[in-house]
């Protein structure tokens, strides 16, 4: 039997279409890592896509999150930022995709 392609076989992907609301976290290193050890044609290459957190509240940390993957469609909205060192962190030359609506300092 063959399986048709889907969004969750025709590719790998580290994490995608995912929505978290009303998180608290205080006192961490990092709230987000965006990360996945699949080997699409390099290391740290599958996408991270379409993920929302909407009503975060991330006080006394070290940063908000680090990007080592692909990223498209990954948003922060309506959330608060307090006592904080930096937002988010790239790594392995991959870009900051990450949209920040209505956010708080």
Do not use: H, W
Request: net charge negative.
């Amino acid at each position: 039997m063959t399986i048709p392609p889907t969004p969750d076989t025709d590719a790998i992907k580290c994490g995608y279409s995912n929505t978290l609301e009303n998180v608290t976290i205080e006192n961490f290193d990092r709230a987000i890592q965006f990360v996945s050890y699949t080997n699409i044609g390099g290391t740290f290459s599958a996408p991270v896509t379409n993920n929302v957190f909407v009503g975060m509240n991330l006080i006394s940390y070290g940063t908000i999150g680090v990007l080592y993957n692909d990223s498209c469609g990954n948003e922060i909205i309506d959330s608060s930022f307090k006592n904080d060192n930096s937002g988010i962190i790239t790594a392995k030359g991959k870009p900051n995709n990450v949209t920040f609506l209505n956010c708080t300092y």
